[in-house]
């Protein structure tokens, strides 16, 4: 009997997660047991310290094709209360990437497109390839472009002219153009972003656990801050908060010896 392939792929070692989509055939297509996966391995990081931060890729030619379009098709005429419920299924994923303490780097290689897209930009950092392309695919279905949260995400991070661009043509942003708005922050061969992947996680794991935490915290929350003294005052209490570890009491420590020492 032929063991059946797991759809994710999880590598946990000193502090880091690589996380694989696994379903290449299929590029890494969001059927119900990918879907799955991914949305209750994320959901559980948040209670999971010794995991601190995560790489995440897909396996084979390409990042996430999005919803797995022959799954659905094979299955049950659906009606309106079914069809939310896979909408909540997959956007479970995307909320959970965001509530979880640990920073995402994403190596977004090949395409990603609709669910895909919105995985990689509920990600942290992106790191890019030549050949990745990214869309919001379902505009190009008779459906809206503004699908598990990219019409929050995009505007966000690109500006509203450039993300209506793109949302309202389902248009692919190429590597090119994805690092000059800032979407992707390098593009390289994949062993390129690879190795700088593992550099990123590996400084991230240098700093204090706690600092890393809140300011993935911070980053989140201050992108809906109503103001400027909104964001201040979250900053102030985290500050605060970073003062009581023991790990800040030793830096100070060590920064005085060093300074010292000159």
């Given amino acids: ?12 070692r000193s502090g880091i997660a690589r996380v ?23 959901e559980d990081l948040e209670r999971r310290d010794e995991v601190r931060v995560v790489i995440l890729n897909g396996a084979g030619k390409h990042f996430c094709a999005g919803l797995d379009l022959k799954e659905q098709q094979a299955a049950d005429p659906r009606g309106a209360e079914d069809g939310m419920r896979l909408q909540h299924e997959i956007r479970g994923i995307m909320l959970a990437m965001r509530r979880c303490p640990q920073p995402i780097v994403s190596i977004v290689h090949g395409a990603a497109s609709g669910g895909g897209f919105a995985i990689a930009l509920a990600s942290d950092i ?25 019409s929050y995400f995009l505007p966000r991070m690109i500006g509203s002219s450039a993300a209506a661009e793109f949302l309202l043509t389902g248009r692919f942003i190429d590597a090119g153009r994805a690092l000059a708005l800032g979407l992707l922050s390098r593009v390289g061969s994949l062993d390129e972003v690879t190795a700088e992947a593992e550099a990123l996680a590996s400084e991230m794991l240098s700093v204090p656990p706690l600092a890393l935490r809140l300011t993935k915290e911070g ?15 979250m900053e102030d209490r985290q500050q605060i908060l970073c003062t009581l570890s023991e790990d800040f009491r030793r830096g100070i420590g060590d920064f005085l010896a060093a300074r010292a020492k000159t």
């Fill in 20 to 42: 694989t989509m696994n379903r290449p055939e299929r590029f890494n297509a969001l059927g119900s047991g990918m879907t799955r996966a991914l949305r209750d391995y994320f």
């Fill in 219 to 233: 980053l989140t929350h201050a992108l809906d801050a109503p103001n400027l003294e909104s964001v201040m005052a």
């Fill in 1 to 12: 009997m032929t063991e059946l392939q797991s759809p994710l792929h999880v590598d946990e």
């Fill in 126 to 150: 992106r790191l890019g390839t030549p050949e990745t392309r990214m869309n919001s695919a379902a505009i190009r279905l008779g459906l809206t472009g503004g699908d598990m949260g990219i």
